[in-house]
């Protein structure tokens, strides 16, 4: 499985962006589907994920009410919209399809990975 992320950018504080991510190659169409983030000297952290079918969203606490994640089922696609953008939510934003249908916060759990797209919030 091969993924492609887009849609990160320079943006200013308060400000949205929509990040999405395709999955080619090998379906996965069966599988989770998240996104997590590393920002410059930081671990790289949970942002959001959904399961095989687009539901069970489960999002970072620090996210939440601010970002969601959906799901185009039989394009294997993935998005995350985010709205009301912070300095600290700067960061790559990488995109991963999970090991099994339900996607999950440990990284553990996801098997392929994008190479990422870089958010730039300015304050």
């Known amino acids: 499985v091969q993924l492609q992320a887009f849609g990160g950018g320079l943006v200013q504080a308060g400000g949205s962006l929509r990040l999405s991510c395709a999955a080619s190659?090998?379906?996965?169409?069966?599988?989770?589907m998240g996104w997590f983030r590393q920002a410059p000297g930081k671990e790289r952290e949970f942002v959001a994920s959904v399961n095989w079918k687009g539901g069970s969203e489960l999002l970072a606490d620090s996210v939440k009410g601010r970002f969601t994640i959906s799901r185009e089922y039989a394009k294997s696609t993935v998005y995350l919209h985010m709205t009301s953008l912070r300095p600290d939510d700067t960061a790559v934003y990488y995109c991963?399809?999970?090991?099994?249908?339900?996607?999950?916060?440990?990284?553990?759990?996801?098997?392929?990975w994008g190479q990422g797209t870089q958010v730039t919030v300015s304050s």
């Open positions: 991963a399809v999970a090991r099994g249908p339900y996607g999950g916060s440990g990284s553990e759990g996801y098997r392929y």
């Open positions: 190659g090998r379906t996965a169409s069966n599988n989770g």
